[in-house]
């Protein structure tokens, strides 16, 4: 499937599944059908690290100021045919200055038809710089039960340009 093929990834993909504050799930369908789901959103559990007494709204879930945005506790996930991948992540977005990755946490990974490695996160680059965004990237391998197939899976949060991707 298309969908769990990293090199199907185009830059046209990638650059569908922008997201925003206001269009924070995204569909993609590949020339074989198979799609790819993407989307950020607030979790809904309280998160003392950020200060925040309780996320009773979305809107909760980040403070914005004069030129910024901080998003706490948003729940990066990809979902394709076979793969669920997620993990949580805080990032600020400054308007017209470099955005950057607080941190992320909790990741998962499951499949279906077959079974995925531990997913493995990482911070790849904290802050966007003039040579590129900043990236936090979950890794997995997810190996089919029928015919021992694998494929290297990956969902990556990119933070800058004063937006973020998911893909």
């Not at 945005?69 to 997620?86: D, F, W």
Request: one cysteine or more.
């Amino acid at each position: 499937m298309d969908a769990d093929n990293p090199e199907k990834y185009t830059n046209k993909v990638k650059n569908a599944l922008t997201l925003t504050d206001k269009d924070p799930i995204k569909e993609h369908t590949f020339d074989d059908g198979s799609k790819v789901v993407v989307s950020i959103t607030p979790e809904v559990e309280v998160n003392q690290r950020a200060g925040i007494a309780a996320i009773d709204e979305p809107d909760r879930a980040r403070s914005c100021g004069s030129g910024y945005c901080r998003y706490y506790s948003h729940r990066v996930k990809k979902e394709t045919g076979t793969v669920i991948m997620a993990f949580l992540a805080d990032f600020t977005i400054n308007n017209g200055a470099y955005d950057y990755i607080t941190q992320v946490w909790d990741e998962t990974a499951s499949g279906f038809g077959g079974t995925t490695s531990t997913p493995n996160l990482r911070l790849l680059q904290k802050k966007e710089t003039s040579y590129g965004r900043a990236n936090a990237r979950l890794e997995t391998t997810f190996t089919y039960f029928a015919g021992g197939a694998s494929t290297d899976m990956t969902l990556n949060l990119y933070v800058g340009r004063d937006s973020y991707n998911v893909y």
